[in-house]
């Protein structure tokens, strides 16, 4: 992905893309918690954090580097995700929201919450 490519993507609200999250999820078989669980474990976000983010329209940029922590055991996500290797990916809050779309596509592809949360 071009640099140029990436303001917009940042600038992109949180709430308008976390449905799409739940549908492709959701189409699998799979279930909004099971969604929430993922951010929540990535972002160290709570329930409540989650619904103000997506009441405010915060953008992805906010919403990762307003993170209360970004979970240690993320340099074990591995693999392709948009044509891009998630660990290969430069800008670090790229790589974040890259991570983001790799565990939800791993969900979506009936992988289990243990071996997608790194356990």
């Known amino acids: 992905m071009e640099n140029t490519n990436y303001e917009r993507v940042y600038n992109m609200s949180f709430a308008g893309v976390y449905p799409?999250?739940?549908?492709k999820a959701?189409?699998?078989?799979r279930t909004k918690e099971e969604v929430d669980e993922i951010i929540?474990?990535?972002?160290?976000?709570t329930e409540k954090e989650l619904q103000e983010i997506i009441k405010?329209?915060?953008?992805?940029?906010?919403?990762f580097e307003q993170a209360p922590q970004i979970n240690p055991n993320?340099?074990?996500?591995?693999?392709?995700?948009c044509g891009y290797?998630?660990?290969?990916?430069?800008d670090d809050l790229m790589r974040k929201i890259r991570y983001l779309?790799?565990?939800i596509d791993e969900l979506a592809k009936?992988?289990?919450m243990d071996k997608i949360l790194r356990k």
């Open 85 to 90: 290797r998630v660990e290969d990916i430069e």
């Open 40 to 45: 929540f474990w990535l972002t160290g976000y």
């Open 74 to 81: 993320v340099s074990l996500i591995k693999g392709v995700i």
């Open 26 to 29: 959701e189409k699998k078989g």
């Open 110 to 112: 009936g992988k289990a």
């Open 56 to 63: 405010n329209k915060t953008n992805f940029r906010d919403f």
């Open 20 to 23: 799409h999250y739940i549908t």
């Open 101 to 103: 779309d790799k565990l």
